[in-house]
């Protein structure tokens, strides 16, 4: 980035190379301020209560001493003259910009592609199923739920984590494989009884909760089984799970809650504010209906209001 300088009366400010420097006018040139871009909370054009015009430089910590005072609470101010304000306009939010710059992190999104199945002996066989699984404290028993699951999930699912878990009524009751993806919560029985499968749309679920010991309410199962359960509610009624391992019932509660979020994300997309041709046509139409006694003097105030806001 190119070097861009301020002088001013008081101080010369001098920005440029990821560095802010504050020189005194004069030929030592004494640095009363240097420091990276990365230190700076923020700058700001203020004007003081003797009408005074001052740049007013903000350091992210409050170690420094500026002018004798801690910095925490008292910003560097560099006095400027009036006809130097639209140059400092210019530094300042050029200044800022890059400060904006240092704090953003990318954040890297995790790839969440369904993977293609690959066929093996018993069937297809999932890269992402696999992975959950050996997170998931073994268990010889649930070897016949692993394979359903390789057949259960859909192309357009990402499977997140699995579980050993012991459902309650309406889930199910007894033992089985909990596993929690992009757009499904999962329950496969395991035993020798009848086989069966539930399952939960994410859109449908408001959150889940890891849970500490038992549960008293009728038809729930307790949690002696490792003294950790999960709590999934969809508004209406909550289901309950009790966790066989505490760690993977909370890799699985908040493998839950994450494709609740994304869901809503994915879904928070609405349609465009109205352009201004759209909102003269909403106006015309209720000028109309307002002549044509179609909407009372009440109405035609509010619904105008509501139009003349938007613009």
């Not at 861009?4 to 004494?30: F, Q, S």
């Not at 739920?145 to 259960?152: D, G, M």
């Not at 139409?285 to 003349?308: A, K």
Request: aromatic share 4%; proline share 7%.
């Amino acid at each position: 980035m190119d070097i861009v300088e301020l002088r001013t009366p008081t101080a010369i400010l001098r920005h440029g190379r990821g560095r802010l420097t504050v020189l005194r006018p004069g030929t030592d040139g004494e640095r009363v301020l240097d420091v990276p871009i990365a230190d700076l909370l923020k700058v700001r054009l203020n004007r003081r209560a003797d009408d005074a015009v001052v740049i007013e430089i903000f350091l992210r910590y409050p170690t420094p001493v500026l002018t004798g005072v801690p910095a925490d609470r008292t910003p560097l101010p560099v006095l400027i003259a009036e006809h130097d304000v639209p140059a400092a306009v210019g530094i300042v939010d050029r200044i800022n910009d890059q400060i904006m710059a240092t704090q953003r992190i990318d954040v890297a999104a995790p790839d969440l592609t369904p993977p293609a199945p690959e066929w093996g002996k018993s069937g297809p066989v999932r890269a992402d199923v696999e992975r959950a699984v050996r997170r998931m404290a073994p268990r010889k028993e649930a070897r016949s739920a692993v394979t359903a699951l390789h057949r259960y999930v859909t192309p357009d699912e990402y499977v997140l984590e699995t579980a050993i878990a012991v459902a309650a009524a309406p889930a199910g009751s007894g033992t089985g494989l909990l596993a929690a993806t992009t757009t499904r919560l999962l329950f496969i029985s395991i035993g020798n009884g009848d086989r069966y499968a539930y399952e939960l749309a994410v859109p449908a679920i408001l959150g889940a909760r890891t849970v500490e010991g038992a549960r008293s309410a009728p038809g729930e199962v307790d949690t002696r089984h490792g003294g950790s359960g999960m709590d999934v509610s969809d508004g209406n009624r909550t289901l309950h799970f009790a966790g066989v391992d505490r760690a993977d019932i909370e890799r699985v509660t908040c493998a839950v809650n994450f494709a609740v979020r994304r869901q809503a994300a994915d879904g928070a997309a609405g349609p465009a504010d109205p352009g201004v041709s759209q909102l003269y046509a909403e106006w015309e139409l209720l000028v109309e209906r307002h002549s044509l006694g179609m909407v009372d003097d009440t109405q035609f105030q509010r619904y105008g209001r509501g139009i003349l806001r938007s613009l």
